[in-house]
Nanobody, 117 residues
């Protein structure tokens, strides 16, 4: 059974940094696409950034230049380095992993990021 476990969230002041990690386990297959999404109170879940197994990156305009996504396939882990955080970055951050061969898309449980002004 595939599991994704996120870590690294917390409370930080505006202008600060956090690094989120998401480790996948439960299958021997490599992951096609790994990504980060976020959901603020009263809003829909939105894409933050994704990275494919070939290194192609998609990143939201709202975080471009401040957030960086990376992955370590040896550890089945995706990272989100968040710099110059703003109060509007406050949300629950979710990672996901899209597996090949019809295994499907899996989500982590979410980690809270709160940025105080």
């Amino acid at each position: 059974q595939v599991q994704l476990v996120e870590s690294g969230g917390g409370l930080v002041q505006a202008g600060g940094s956090l690094r989120l990690s998401c480790a996948a386990s439960g299958t021997i297959f490599s992951i096609n696409i790994m990504g980060w999404y976020r959901q603020a109170p009263g809003k829909q879940r939105e894409l933050v950034a994704t990275i494919t197994n070939t290194g192609f990156i998609k990143i939201a305009d709202s975080v471009k230049g401040r957030f960086t996504i990376s992955r370590d396939d040896a550890k089945n882990t995706v990272y989100l380095q968040m710099n110059s955080l703003k109060p509007e970055d406050t949300a629950v951050y979710y990672c996901n992993a899209d597996y090949p061969y019809g295994l499907g898309l899996f989500w982590g449980q979410g980690t809270q990021v709160t940025v105080s002004s």
